[in-house]
């Protein structure tokens, strides 16, 4: 593994980039950090993500790798080590790449739009992303009854690309002017959270909730401000 | 395999449902079928995929896998045969992830604003279509310079995610008012056409491109009638 060349392009604040990074500080592979600057992309991103010109992207022996399940695919495969993060069970491995998949379509979506939609839409935003929220409490519960993890007793798959959304979550309630249901009515999630946060390797790379939540209402005033 | 109970719900236009039956007949599995009425869904489906409430949902034994990509990416694990889908190798496995999730991300969304929008909103998803097909033909000469397919001389997982977009290229260029360029401008894409359109488990399932593009232009006017 020393003769690896393991190096990140990312972007502080993205879910995306964080999933790479857990994924990676879950293994044990040390690597190589760019921050990128989305307003002046790097070279290298340009042309390592020619398609989509987005971080993250991970480039391991100088081959680029992009698109952030495709890259926590791709650490799973290329470092199985002692965490692995898909199940072996092919069930289970479809179960843990739904709920993956479901971050980006539903969680990620509805907090895209908390940060850019005005009036009714933004409503719904808030709407959507609780309701998303409450199907991953609802899904820990049915998956992985009276353990901490959607992986049981460590995290998996849909761990890591769930968990960066959890620094968010100050953030999003701040440009939606909501405020989360808590504990007693999300017993699942919020296990999940307290576990999830107590892990070493996550808290290795998560940003302060702080300073997302600034990050967020920065985006959101600019959108206000050209409203 | 015999004793395997393999039920595939979906609806006959449905790329996302094409992929799975592609899928499975290339890996020689028999299923029984059972088309969907969107507007009337069975049981069956709703308790199936109570998330999303969509086609295609894959049931093996009892038990319901949604999501096109991860059913693929199931049926691969669990019958993997002569006919792997999936390339073993670790940078190979994720370009061909890369290239199937482009298909929705680029093509399916271009596609869906094709058959929606209006004015300028419809001409810009006719060039992001064009742009979508045009980055594909280039990826194909790249990954597989010479051969026909992403997986070389066979269908992989990039195939196979890509392939039933084809049969809607007709309906797409009559929604979207536009003829996409030829195989002088696309030589790769269309090898690629060819050889998709020749392999007896993608003939096997295809609708007819006619009963497609019928298919497109009555949920276009349905847009149309509406605005």
């Known amino acids: 593994m020393s003769k690896d060349s393991v190096k990140l392009l990312n972007f502080w604040p993205s879910m995306f980039g964080l999933r790479v990074r857990y994924a990676l500080d879950l293994k044990g592979v040390s690597y190589d950090y ?26 391991h022996n100088g081959k680029p790798i992009c698109e952030s399940l495709v890259i926590i695919d791709y650490i799973d495969s290329v470092w199985p080590g002692s965490h692995k993060l898909l199940p072996e069970d092919p069930y289970e491995k479809a179960v843990a790449r739904f709920w993956a ?52 007793d460590a995290m998996n798959f849909a761990d890591v690309a769930l968990a960066p959304f959890i620094c968010w979550f100050k953030g999003y309630q701040k440009v939606g002017g909501f405020v989360l249901p808590g504990p007693e009515e999300w017993p699942n999630l919020y296990k999940w959270v307290d576990a999830v946060n107590s892990v070493d390797a996550i808290k290795k790379s998560t940003p302060s909730p702080d300073k997302v939540a600034e990050f967020a209402e920065v985006l959101r005033k600019r959108v206000l401000g050209a409203a």
């Open 34 to 59: 760019q921050e990128e600057s989305l307003s002046n992309k790097s070279k290298e991103l340009l042309e390592a993500n020619p398609i989509y010109t987005k971080i993250p992207v991970l480039i």
């Open 101 to 152: 998949d479901f971050g980006d379509r539903k969680l990620f979506d509805a907090g895209s739009r908390l940060r850019r939609a005005m009036g009714e839409e933004h409503k719904k935003a808030g709407e959507d992303f609780k309701w998303a929220l409450m199907k991953i409490d609802e899904a820990l519960g049915t998956i992985a009854p009276g353990k901490p993890f959607f992986g049981g």
